[in-house]
């Protein structure tokens, strides 16, 4: 019944902006942790930016000072604002969010279906 939708990605030119955005919907009780990975077609998923629904804010090394992430605990919802993007940033970029469902159910991780950045001139 959980699902998270990803959108905002596309093709930019080297330095150039995108804004990420996903959506979670359905049978909700709480969120924890919301955060964006990264995955090139034959490498691992790697960690891009979490946030937790505290507001708590990890980022990995290469996007800090380019990227930002924010949530609306209100919609469900969270953001990834990308700046100064590089060539070395294109990936399929998923949402995840680890999600309580009811009170009595231990937290879950959910994905989305990815989204493309492809940064190139």
């Known amino acids: 019944q959980v699902q998270l939708v990803e959108s905002g990605g596309g093709l930019v030119q080297p330095g150039g902006s995108l804004r990420l955005s996903c959506a979670a919907s359905?049978?909700?009780?709480?969120?924890?942790?919301m955060g964006w990975y990264r995955q090139t077609s034959g490498k691992q998923r790697e960690l891009v930016a979490a946030?937790?629904?505290?507001?708590?804010?990890n980022y990995a090394d290469y996007v800090k000072g380019r990227f930002t992430i924010s949530r609306d605990n209100a919609k469900n919802t969270v953001n990834l604002q990308m700046n100064s993007l590089k060539p070395e940033d294109t990936a399929l970029y998923y949402c995840?969010?680890?999600?309580?469902?009811?009170?009595?159910?231990?937290?879950?991780?959910?994905w989305g279906q990815g989204t493309q950045v492809t940064v190139s001139s």
């Open positions: 995840k969010a680890v999600i309580v469902r009811g009170w009595m159910y231990g937290s879950e991780d959910y």
């Open positions: 359905g049978s909700i009780f709480h969120i924890y942790d």
């Open positions: 946030i937790t629904s505290g507001g708590s804010m």
